[in-house]
Each structure stands twice: as C-alpha cells, then as structure tokens.
C-alpha cells in the first residue's frame, strides 16, 4: 500500500510518510535559520561568517585541522545544520504521529522541549 493511498473500505485521512514529513519540516527549517544567518551577516557587511566560524568550531571540536580556508567550514557546517534540523524534523513528526493515538504524548513532549 501506498504512503498517500487511503485504506480499502476506510474513509480516513491519507497517511503520509513520517520520514518525508520529518525531511520536508527539517529542510524548511534549516532553509530559515540558513536564510536569517545570511540576512543578518549580510547587514554587518560579511556574508557567511556565521556559518564559517560555526563550521571552523565543528572542525575544532572534532579534532580536524583544515586550513583550505572559509569554503570547506562554510560546506561542512551547512551539511552539520542539514542534518541535525532533519533529524530533529523526523523525530517530532514520529512524536506527532504517534500522538494521534496518544494524545498525552504530546502534552509529555510540550513539557520537555518546553
């Protein structure tokens, strides 16, 4: 059975994949944070520092040493950003959907990203 297909004899709301939800809110929230990083380092006159010098504290914090210069900590922080927002993306879409049939689920994870 497809993700987007309802059950036979059921007329219930299609259910979508928990992954292509979690992926889209993640993607879309990585997207935001990326495009106000720009938006403020573009107004102090230096576009990508941001992610340049979070990029430069992954690497130290890793133990890795690259001196190719800002292009390589801009990348690796980008795809760091992507990845951890993806994650926690999917992670609350499992919880929202899991609270369908446990709404006190949902008061329980209010209570603890709160």
Same mark, same amino acid.
């Given at each position: 059975?497809?993700?987007?297909?309802?059950? +036979? @004899?059921? +007329?219930?709301? %299609?259910?979508?994949?928990?992954?292509? !939800?979690?992926? #889209?809110? @993640?993607?879309?929230?990585?997207?935001?944070?990326?495009?106000? $990083?720009?938006?403020?380092?573009?107004?102090?006159?230096? %576009?990508?520092?941001?992610?340049?010098?979070? @990029?430069?504290?992954?690497?130290?914090?890793? @133990?890795?040493? &690259?001196? !190719?210069?800002?292009?390589?900590?801009? #990348?690796?922080?980008?795809?760091?950003?992507?990845?951890? $927002?993806? &994650? &926690?993306?999917?992670?609350?879409?499992?919880?929202?959907?899991?609270? !369908?049939?446990? %709404?006190?689920?949902?008061?329980?994870? &209010?209570?603890? $990203?709160?």
């Amino acid at each position: 059975m497809d993700d987007d297909r309802r059950p +036979q @004899g059921r +007329q219930s709301k %299609p259910r979508r994949s928990v992954l292509r !939800e979690g992926t #889209i809110a @993640g993607l879309m929230g990585a997207g935001a944070v990326a495009v106000w $990083f720009l938006i403020v380092d573009a107004a102090r006159g230096a %576009p990508l520092l941001v992610p340049s010098a979070l @990029g430069h504290l992954l690497f130290h914090a890793t @133990g890795t040493a &690259v001196t !190719e210069g800002r292009t390589a900590h801009v #990348i690796a922080y980008t795809a760091f950003h992507v990845a951890a $927002f993806v &994650v &926690v993306g999917i992670l609350v879409a499992a919880v929202l959907r899991r609270s !369908e049939r446990q %709404p006190s689920l949902l008061a329980g994870a &209010v209570i603890l $990203f709160v």
